[in-house]
C-alpha cells in the first residue's frame, strides 16, 4: 500500500500574491486568504506543517458587505476593566479601521493556537492600493 505524501517544514516553498479587495465581499475573501495562508489549494498540502504563502490584501477600505451588516453587526473589543467594552459597527470600522476588519475575519478563519499564529504572520493588509512588498514579485490573484 502506498502511503501519502507528508510535506516536510525544509521543503516548503511559498510563494506571495496579491487580492485586490475592491468590491469582494468581507466573508468570501477573508474564506479565500484563510485557504491560502494555511496552503490547501497547493497538492502538498499538510495539515501539521505551516505549508501556506504570504498574502497581500490591498484596497481594504473598499471592501464590501451584504445587506444590512453595515448598521448591524458590531464588532466588540473589551479593556479587561469594569465598563472596559467598545463597541464599533462595520460601518464605522469599513472607514476607520478596514485593515483591522478584514484581519479579523481572516484570523477567525484559521486554526487556533501556535500553528495558526504562525500562519497569521504571512498575512499583510493594506488600506490603499501601494503595498511595499513589490521586491518579491507577488502574483495577482483574482
Not at 82 to 106: D, S
Request: net charge positive; with cysteine.
Amino acid at each position: 500500500m502506498k502511503n501519502s505524501y507528508m510535506q516536510k517544514k525544509e521543503e516548503v516553498v511559498r510563494d506571495w500574491y496579491v487580492i485586490d479587495a475592491t468590491d469582494m465581499n468581507l466573508g468570501r475573501l477573508a474564506a479565500k486568504v484563510a485557504t491560502v495562508l494555511r496552503g490547501k489549494n497547493k497538492p502538498t498540502f499538510t495539515p501539521h506543517i505551516d505549508c501556506g504563502d504570504n498574502v497581500i490584501v490591498i484596497n481594504a477600505s473598499k471592501v464590501n458587505l451584504t445587506g444590512n451588516k453595515l448598521d448591524n453587526k458590531i464588532y466588540y473589543n473589551h479593556s479587561g476593566y469594569t465598563g472596559g467594552l467598545r463597541e464599533r459597527t462595520a460601518r464605522e470600522m469599513r472607514e476607520n479601521y478596514p485593515v483591522e476588519m478584514i484581519e479579523r475575519a481572516v484570523k477567525g478563519m484559521l486554526p487556533k493556537g501556535r500553528l495558526g499564529r504562525a500562519m497569521y504572520k504571512k498575512l499583510f493588509v493594506y488600506a490603499e492600493s501601494s503595498h511595499p512588498h513589490m521586491a518579491q514579485k507577488p502574483k495577482e490573484m483574482k
